[in-house]
T-cell receptor, first 116, second 113 residues
Framework: AQKVTQAQTEISVVEKEDVTLDCVYETRDTTYYLFWYKQPPSGELVFLIRRNSFDEQNEISGRYSWNFQKSTSSFNFTITASQVVDSAVYFCALSSIIQGAQKLVFGQGTRLTINP | DVKVTQSSRYLVKRTGEKVFLECVQDMDHENMFWYRQDPGLGLRLIYFSYDVKMKEKGDIPEGYSVSREKKERFSLILESASTNQTSMYLC????????????FGAGTRLSVL
């Protein structure tokens, strides 16, 4: 069965600190995709990044970076020099095809609070 | 710009009422999804549809049904609302395929009294 675990329920840091959100997944598929989404207070989930299972290269986008390690089934997300606008709930998700259709399995989410 | 629109941001209904949640996407996506979000549980899939008039059960379909008469519109129906269906409901759409990004609406916060 597919499973995504985000062990950190809530994180609170002071602005400008670096913060890492953990994501561990379980799957028996050899081909799969991993996603991170951000949910600000407005409620809409916003896509951040997608990774496929064959690409373990880390990615950096501005203050955001992602570390995908297949050996440990982890896909961690780091925010460098955090800002108040980064405050949100962040979801990690695993995608696969089941019965011919795409299915996303989400982690429980991590609520990140950046304090000024 | 990508757009998934949910008809209501907030709804208050009575136990036993029939409730319709509407979702419209303007991206010509094949797939549409309904999720329920509860604290500590993340998002759980209720139903999805990969084509007009097609529907598949997700992980928690009990107490819900769906309708997809047109490609752009996917409706979630609570036949007889109960208090344990008080939750945030999120609609999403995507192109077919495991790699494709799901785009989400802003959500409907439903309270059943």
């Amino acid at each position: 069965a597919q499973k995504v675990t985000q062990a950190q329920t809530e994180i609170s840091v002071v602005e400008k600190e670096d913060v890492t959100l953990d994501c561990v997944y379980e799957t028996r598929d050899t081909t799969y995709y991993l996603f991170w989404y951000k949910q600000p207070p407005s409620g809409e989930l916003v896509f951040l990044i997608r990774r496929n299972s064959f690409d373990e290269q880390n990615e950096i986008s501005g203050r955001y970076s992602w570390n995908f390690q297949k050996s440990t089934s982890s896909f961690n997300f780091t925010i460098t020099a955090s800002q108040v606008v980064d405050s949100a709930v962040y979801f990690c998700a695993l995608s696969s095809i089941i019965q011919g259709a795409q299915k996303l399995v989400f982690g429980q989410g991590t609520r990140l609070t950046i304090n000024p | 710009d990508v757009k998934v629109t949910q008809s209501s941001r907030y709804l208050v209904k009575r136990t036993g009422e029939k409730v319709f949640l509407e979702c419209v996407q303007d991206m010509d996506h094949e797939n549409m999804f309904w999720y329920r979000q509860d604290p500590g549980l993340g998002l759980r899939l209720i139903y999805f549809s990969y084509d007009v008039k097609m529907k598949e059960k997700g992980d928690i379909p009990e107490g819900y049904s769906v309708s997809r008469e047109k490609k752009e519109r996917f409706s979630l129906i609570l036949e007889s609302a109960s208090t344990n269906q008080t939750s945030m409901y999120l609609c999403a759409s995507s192109l077919f395929g495991a790699k494709n990004i799901q785009y989400f609406g802003a959500g409907t916060r439903l309270s059943v009294l």
